[in-house]
């Protein structure tokens, strides 16, 4: 049996987990029609987190050899608690201490929380032959209706536990100049896609519910109040609920590093 | 086809003429109030989800219902349940009878498929109409006098298809303590319950009651719905959370909540929902059905 959430670690992941439930279905396609995905066998999953998107990835493409490095030693302990697929290694480290080269950075919502992206991008231009890089896209987010109390309750968390939270979700979100990053860093720009997932059935809705209760326990667990859960419920049986998620999508290939395959893979 | 000349569904109804004007006691008056009556159309809601593909299967291996052309949908609910058979089911016409008001004045807000028509009404012995089925999903509980019902059926329906409560084939896995303790003590004679007595919930005396009414048992089987794994957790918590609501809202106290929080956190919790259906028979009955054993 799982137990209660006892650390922001705990929460916070149980977050990621429903999260992945809401996200999965939609972000698949996209990774497996990325060409430089495809073609990959190697592939770093920089800033893992417990590793479920990563394990699914592995599970679904048991070819391919997945590394992934989360920093965080708490947020490690609980996806260690996990069985991982045997192509699928999940180390307690940083990307700075991943070594050799491999056919694809996979960065998945992390790249906003690391404080100094130029040192990603100085790593990468030595490691890596390609990046895929998704970030949130809040211009095409959105929930309706809102929820005020919720909003709140994480608000006031991410205020007042800035320092405990800052390396896992205080970061800058405005990232719409990532292929450019990387151009400035060597890299070239291979593809961009947007996805919008629209999650407003009623499966997604009460999915959605236990991701943002999750969210407000790894916040401010002390805000988790009758009238803030009710709130909750009460939206996520509500017809006219509506929750999209948005996430970019950018491809760059490594000129430094490009093997013959994977260049001539580029799509517009 | 008994009932096919009648053309669209409902067309033989005023509403005016409903049964429910005068109360009898099959009536059994269900006057939920507006907000006792949200809370269990959320229930219901809920249930028809999570029912949808069990219950259909049963239908689908159903000669009686393949067959049938007109159906009789009593107490129906919030209509969750029948709106979906009549889209998938487009070829059949479905009347929907449904006492209480305040719930059917929630279920016809939806967008229901031509074929459905759903009427504010319970069933009543002078109820007119000759139908190919009665289904009567999770209903008969509610209903004192189930004779009443059988014996009507007998001279209005070629078949029936009855789905009662199998607790025995329900459980909640691992168990929740304070809901537990909240289902034991509840007095399920009360109104807000539909007057339904806890020890008829499991209605084994069904083939008897229908049989004296001259339906043949044609066959019974147990569908077990089972609300486990990542995405049927979170549809299970709401669906426990609301049966204790319709119960007694103010027994969601926060620490329910933090129970029931925990348990669809839990990747082993299992709600398994059972419900027993009886396929019945008229051989009394003018209906070609009678003679496609």
Known sequence: MTPTPTSFADAYCRMLSWQLELLWQHELPILASAPAFAAAETIVDLGAGPGHFGRRLAAAYPDKQFLGVEPDAAIYAVGARSPCPANYRFVNAGYESVTGTHDLLFARLVVMYLPDRDALYAWARKHVRAAIVANWDDAESSIEPALPLVTAAMEHGMRTRADELATTLVGDRNLSDMPAEWAAAGFVPTASATLVADVSEPEGLRIYHHAERMSVAATNPEALSRPLLDELYDWSLDPAARVKLGLAYHAMLNPALTSPGLAGTAVA | ?293
């Open chain 2, 1 to 293: 086809m008994i009932g096919s000349a009648y053309g669209h569904p409902g067309a033989q109804y005023a509403s005016n003429a409903l049964p429910g004007a005068t109360a009898s006691r099959d009536a059994a008056p269900i006057e939920r109030s507006p907000d006792h009556a949200r809370l269990y159309d959320r229930l219901v809601t809920m249930q028809a989800e999570a029912q949808w593909r069990a219950d259909l299967g049963v239908l689908l291996r159903s000669p009686e219902w393949l067959a049938a052309t007109t159906v009789l949908d009593l107490g129906a609910g919030n209509g969750a349940f029948g709106r979906r058979l009549a889209a998938r089911f487009p070829t059949k016409s479905i009347v929907a009878l449904e006492p209480d008001a305040a719930l059917h004045a929630i279920g016809a807000q939806a967008a229901a498929p031509p074929n459905y028509a759903y009427l504010n009404g319970g069933f009543e012995p002078s109820l007119e109409g000759f139908f190919d089925v009665l289904l009567a999903r999770g209903v008969l509980m509610y209903m004192p006098e189930r004779r009443s019902l059988a014996k009507w059926a007998g001279e209005h329906c070629a078949a029936a298809l009855i789905m009662n409560n199998a607790p025995a084939a329900s459980s909640v896995r691992p168990k929740l303590r304070h809901r537990t303790k909240l289902v034991s003590q509840t007095d399920w004679s009360h109104p807000a319950d539909g007057g339904a007595v806890k020890r008829d919930r499991e209605l084994v005396d069904t083939p008897q009651v229908f049989a004296s009414a001259g339906f043949t048992l044609a066959g019974s089987t147990t569908a077990v719905t089972e609300l486990s794994g990542s995405r049927g957790r979170p549809l299970a918590h709401h669906y426990l959370r609301a049966s204790v609501e319709v119960v007694d809202s103010s027994a969601i106290t926060i620490e329910l909540l933090d129970e029931l929080f925990e348990w669809s956190e839990n990747d082993d919790a299992c709600l398994r929902l059972g419900a027993t259906w009886y396929r019945f028979r008229n051989w009394r009955g003018p209906s070609g059905l009678a003679g496609a054993s």
